[in-house]
């Protein structure tokens, strides 16, 4: 069973004869598909016998057994043959399509062939990229779980380090923030201000309090400095008298 299954799985292959594709027409076809080399063709068949008792394809109708028939056609490029089991003259069980495009024979899959083969497509997609997730994957009991992508750090170094140049300002772009600057400062005056580099920023209003000293201050200076000049008179004494000439 088996041995069978493996021999009428032709889905793989695919079978030409040169010869026949410029007389190919949909008389002819039954007896191309009917040829020895081709392999997806039963010689046990009932087309077989109608053909060596030189009947018409007529008394198919009238045996029981394995047939094909031509299902459809389109000249000259497309011909569509059936395999199928003839149990009455009016019952019958289908059991493979062929088509012929441009002389080539093809087996039709069935549905459970097109949609295993589709699972199968999908689920080697998915169990491929899961194996190169895990790839990427790294862990350690102190870090935990994180991503190690070589190819960003392969790109990144071949990548050359690009410097923007930076374009030089205008003279009319000076000027102008220059004065934008000049306008903020005079409608918005600094509160602080930072007389030496490291040190402690100052409020302003402290700063022209000390600038600014008071009359109080000016007029205690005043006499100490005329305090100071008396003291200095009395400790040198009267002046020395001139002699007199006569």
Not at 40 to 67: A, D
Not at 229 to 243: C, L
Request: charged share 25%; hydrophobic share 35%; glycine share 4%.
């Amino acid at each position: 069973m088996a041995a069978v299954d493996i021999q009428d799985n032709l889905l793989g292959i695919s079978w030409v004869d040169s010869t026949w594709i410029p007389i190919l027409n949909s008389g002819s076809v039954l007896d191309y598909f009917s040829e020895r080399s081709n392999p997806f063709y039963n010689r046990t068949c009932n087309n077989e016998v109608v053909k060596m008792q030189r009947l018409t394809l007529e008394h198919l109708n009238q045996m029981v057994g394995v047939e094909y028939i031509l299902l459809h056609a389109q000249e000259p490029i497309l011909f569509i043959i059936r395999k199928q089991q003839r149990q009455s003259p009016t019952q019958v069980i289908p059991l493979a399509d062929y088509y012929i495009i441009a002389g080539v024979i093809y087996q039709a899959p069935d549905l459970a062939s097109v949609i295993n083969s589709r699972v199968l497509t999908a689920v080697h997609g998915i169990q491929s990229a899961f194996d190169e997730a895990m790839s990427y994957c790294r862990y350690h009991p102190s870090k935990g779980y994180w991503w190690h992508f070589k190819d960003h750090e392969e790109q990144e170094k071949v990548k050359p380090e690009t410097k923007r140049k930076e374009e030089p300002i205008s003279i009319f772009q000076r000027q102008r923030v220059d004065a934008l600057l000049l306008d903020l400062r005079q409608k918005f005056p600094p509160k602080f201000v930072q007389q030496k580099s490291g040190e402690k920023p100052v409020p302003v209003d402290q700063t022209k309090k000390e600038a600014e000293p008071t009359a109080e201050t000016v007029k205690s200076d005043e006499k100490e400095t005329t305090k100071n000049i008396q003291q200095a008179v009395s400790t040198e004494g009267p002046p020395a008298k001139r002699m007199r000439l006569q």
